[in-house]
């Protein structure tokens, strides 16, 4: 688990099934992100297993549970994704849109960072955005992450930006 001042990041389980048909049935994500085909507790269960939880036993990462420390109201998703199609660890994020413009993205996103530099030692994250997504390319830019191209995802026909940000060990964002 990580925290911030505000925030705990921890694992994700099948016991936020009801969270994960929430986030991703936001209009946001359906439009920056993609409509993954979850609907029911069933389809949350499989989106978990094949996404998170078998990248925490493969990668030793994988997406985090974004939660308010005192509320414990679970806000959004960040964390770090590797995917065949690339080099290194993709920082992920999505945050439901009521809790959108209170520096959560940011906070968890400098968690996460700070974790893959200092303890998973890993020189390089990558991070992808829709070329429309203005909030998540700002934020990206704000992160220290810099654009190196456009990409098309497998299974996918529209193009997105990728960014890429190199990480040293103790190195403040």
């Known amino acids: 688990m990580l925290e911030t001042e505000r925030l705990t990041l921890s694992q994700l389980s099948y016991a936020h099934c009801a969270f994960i048909i929430e986030l991703l049935n936001e209009p946001s994500f359906l439009q920056f ?35 308010h420390k005192k509320t ?3 806000l959004g998703m960040c964390g770090l994704v590797m995917r065949d199609e690339f080099d290194h660890p993709d920082l992920g994020f999505a945050f439901l849109e009521r809790y959108w413009s209170n520096g959560f993205a940011y906070e968890s996103s400098v968690a996460v960072l700070r974790h893959a530099s200092d303890c998973l030692r890993l020189p390089t994250v990558i991070a992808m955005a829709d070329v429309d997504n203005k909030s998540s390319i700002a934020l990206l830019e704000k992160l220290g992450f810099s654009f190196q191209e456009m990409v098309t995802m497998p299974g996918e026909s529209v193009e997105i930006c990728q960014y890429r940000c190199e990480l040293t060990p103790g190195t403040e964002l």
């Open 33 to 67: 992100i993609g409509d993954r085909g979850v609907r029911n507790t069933s389809q949350a269960r499989a989106y978990l297993k094949k996404g998170a939880i078998d990248s925490y036993a493969a990668n030793g990462f994988g997406l985090f549970l974004v939660a």
């Open 72 to 74: 414990r109201a679970a």
